[in-house]
């Protein structure tokens, strides 16, 4: 499949992103970037030209991929409308639904009550890519889900005005966060294809193949 995506300009995310609440603490989550970055080995093994905007992980960068380091969503997402246009965007990160209102500048020294911590909303970045004006051709998303996979994911797909998005189930032995095994249920308008399981690396071929052919 090599040179399936020759000339085709893929910008991936992929990773956690870490919302701090002082200097020492933050909010995270126990996304690997795995899957993010098999994704973008096999774009540019593809052809692509590539760029991969990476929260905090401890992962070589793939051969021939321009990496972009971020640590939070708000990051994430000034690095990601940066970049655009682009031919396809498939957004693998977990970006963080919450971020502290407020990040204090010293550490916050444990008292003898509770603490209460406000959160507010993070920008939906893949919305906001799927309805920009420099919109990608094939806006490609991903749903972590507990349950109802097919339901979540699907209602996902619609309401955010996707192409394109790879559900998988987190929470269950050899699949998911930190793994390097994954199964993934992807779904399109008028279209559905299971993957896997398998290595992330085969599924991350299988499913740029799956663009490939929406693309053409």
Do not use: C
């Not at 603490?25 to 795995?34: E, T």
């Not at 930190?178 to 559905?192: H, I, K, M, R, T």
């Not at 290595?199 to 499913?207: I, Y």
């Amino acid at each position: 499949m090599s040179g399936a995506l020759a000339n085709r300009r893929v910008l991936v995310t992929a990773g956690p992103t870490y919302e701090d609440i002082d200097p020492v603490r933050f909010i995270g989550n126990r996304s690997s970037g795995k899957m993010g970055f098999a994704i973008a080995e096999a774009a540019a093994a593809r052809g692509a030209s590539v760029v991969l905007v990476a929260g905090p992980v401890s992962l070589a960068t793939p051969a021939g991929v321009e990496r972009v380091d971020v640590r939070s969503a708000a990051q994430m997402r000034e690095a990601v409308l940066a970049r655009l246009p682009v031919d396809v965007y498939i957004s693998a990160a977990a970006v963080a639904d919450y971020t502290p209102a407020d990040t204090a500048e010293q550490k916050i020294k444990k008292g003898a009550g509770a603490m209460t911590l406000e959160l507010v909303p993070t920008v939906d970045i893949l919305a906001e890519v799927a309805a920009h004006g420099q919109r990608p051709h094939l806006v490609v998303g991903f749903a972590a889900e507990t349950s109802d996979v097919g339901r979540n994911a699907r209602g996902k797909l619609e309401a955010k005005g996707l192409d394109m998005i790879a559900a998988n189930r987190v929470g269950v032995a050899g699949s998911g966060f930190e793994s390097d095994d994954n199964a993934l249920s992807v779904y399109w308008p008028g279209g559905a294809r299971e993957l896997g399981p398998g290595p992330k690396t085969r599924l991350a071929g299988e499913l740029l193949d799956l663009v490939s052919l929406r693309l053409a």
